[in-house]
């Protein structure tokens, strides 16, 4: 039995590898230098820059400059907003009642009588519906 020798030396099992971010830690890097392993340092091509993120954005801006286009919501037209308001008036229902007939908020009433809403055709269906009356002209 005296040529048999124990190995003291620890195992060690499943021992992750060092992710990413912790062999760039700067800890990392210094015990690398001191033991004196090699060390990779790699220049980015943009770093420090903004150019990524100003690069293609120029054909776009004079695109947006030479357009002269005057862009506006379609708004209600007032025949539309006197056509509602007559219609409801001549039902004796409040804006409140109206909205609530055609299962939308009072305030949707309140902007189509006003002109400030969009133009749905969906809601002028469901008030011609509700009014017995027709709203559009010819479409």
């Known amino acids: ?62 695109k947006l400059d030479e357009d002269t286009e005057n862009l506006a919501h379609e708004k209600v037209p007032s025949e539309l907003k006197k056509a509602i308001m007559q219609a409801r008036m001549d039902k004796k229902l409040t804006q409140a009642q109206l909205a609530q007939m055609i299962n939308e908020k009072p305030q949707i009433i309140q902007e189509y009588e006003s002109g400030k809403a969009i133009p749905n055709q969906q809601i002028i269906s469901k008030l011609e519906r509700a009014l017995g009356a027709k709203l559009r002209g010819k479409k």
């Open 1 to 62: 039995m005296a040529g048999i020798t124990q190995d003291w030396e620890p195992v060690v099992i499943r021992k992750k590898a060092p992710t990413a971010a912790a062999r760039k830690d700067e800890k990392a890097v210094n015990a690398a230098r001191r033991v004196g392993a090699e060390i990779e340092t790699v220049k980015k091509s943009n770093a420090g820059t903004n150019k990524a993120a100003s690069s293609g954005t120029t054909l776009n801006t004079r």
